[in-house]
């Protein structure tokens, strides 16, 4: 299985970009997908996900300026982020989530990360 993330890059404070995540080599659907988010120092942070019926949920600090979506049948993920603040820079990850042995929905696979940079 694979998890190859593209997007992020620089922008200014108010800004937006959008991430994308691909997953590939992947026996049957995922049964959830989300984005983390890690700063230096910092422990990784849950930023949003979407479970395989499109429940959403998010990090307050990201409510009603991060979207996000995914279209099941291309097994890709999206991020949109809109008004980007300078808190908001960080290496974003997005991990693919599968059903363990316990029968839970764990994030098993990872993407490679994609730094995202806001200016002021």
């Known amino acids: 299985v694979q998890v190859v993330q593209s997007g992020g890059g620089s922008v200014q404070a108010g800004g937006s970009l959008l991430l994308s995540c691909v997953v590939t080599?992947?026996?049957?659907?995922?049964?959830?997908m989300g984005w983390y988010r890690q700063t230096p120092g910092q422990e990784r942070e849950f930023v949003s996900s979407?479970?395989?019926?499109?429940?959403?949920f998010y990090a307050d600090f990201v409510k009603g300026r991060f979207t996000i979506s995914q279209d099941n049948a291309k097994a890709t993920l999206y991020l949109q982020m809109n008004s980007l603040q300078t808190e908001d820079t960080a290496v974003y990850y997005c991990?693919?989530?599968?059903?363990?042995?316990?029968?839970?929905?764990?994030?098993?696979?990872w993407g490679q990360g994609t730094q995202v940079t806001v200016s002021s």
């Open positions: 991990g693919a989530g599968t059903i363990s042995g316990d029968g839970t929905c764990t994030y098993n696979f």
């Open positions: 080599g992947m026996r049957g659907s995922t049964c959830k």
């Open positions: 979407i479970s395989h019926q499109d429940t959403k």
